[in-house]
T-cell receptor
């Protein structure tokens, strides 16, 4: 079992729809959770971080965390073609090193 | 605020040759990471520095890869000798806090032929 698992996709949604991206993790000691966006040929960039159970909203993005189910998700409302990218889930285990383990990403395509 | 700087952007070498990558993190960021990203996969941590000390190199193939961060600022990653399977994008990242989110450089795309 991978430490961080994401649906590989591709996920395709029409413009204006809600895109839902999911991530599960194996280590119950995980404390910090990040969503990065990576455009084709570019580097990852942070879009959301979440540390406690519940929802966290930032503009059109909402991150949801459920530590009991070891599940974190990202919702993108009013999806735009510019949201088309690969979304990477990263999980930090609560160790002194605090290193992030990444999933393999979900590729999202938003169709006009 | 200047971002994470990496060079070169692209490198093509033959197998068994050596190659080195350079990274300059964001000023003030004590934590520096080197990741390897193979096409279609997420970044895999190779080594993590806190200042000039190594805190995690568990996934670094130490028989061929080495990294250093002298003076706790910029860093170099070296591969010697390179193998075909080393073809990937090598990403350098830095963070202000250990365990915090990271800022990534543009990466170096390595092709081993």
């Amino acid at each position: 079992q991978k430490e961080v698992e994401q649906n590989s996709g591709p996920l395709s949604v029409p413009e204006g729809a809600i895109a839902s991206l999911n991530c599960t993790y194996s280590d119950r000691g995980s404390q910090s959770f990040f969503w990065y966006r990576q455009y084709s040929g570019k580097s990852p960039e942070l879009i959301m971080s979440i540390y406690s159970n519940g929802d966290k909203e930032d503009g059109r993005f909402t991150a949801q965390l459920n530590k009991a189910s070891q599940y974190v998700s990202l919702l993108i409302r009013d999806s735009q073609p510019s949201d088309s990218a690969t979304y990477l889930c990263a999980v930090n285990i609560n160790t002194n090193a605090g290193k992030s383990t990444f999933g393999d990403g979900t590729t999202l395509t938003v169709k006009p | 605020e200047a971002g994470v700087a990496q060079s070169p952007r692209y490198k093509i070498i033959e197998k068994r040759q050596s190659v080195a990558f350079w990274c300059n993190p964001i000023s003030g960021h004590a934590t520096l990471y080197w990741y390897q990203q193979i096409l279609g996969q997420g970044p895999k941590l190779l080594i993590q520095f806190q200042n000039n000390g190594v805190v995690d190199d568990s996934q670094l193939p130490k028989d061929r890869f080495s990294a250093e961060r002298l003076k706790g600022v910029d860093s170099t990653l070296k591969i010697q000798p390179a193998k075909l399977e080393d073809s990937a994008v090598y990403l350098c990242a830095s963070s202000l806090l250990q365990g915090g989110f990271a800022f990534f450089g543009q990466g170096t795309r390595l092709t081993v032929v």
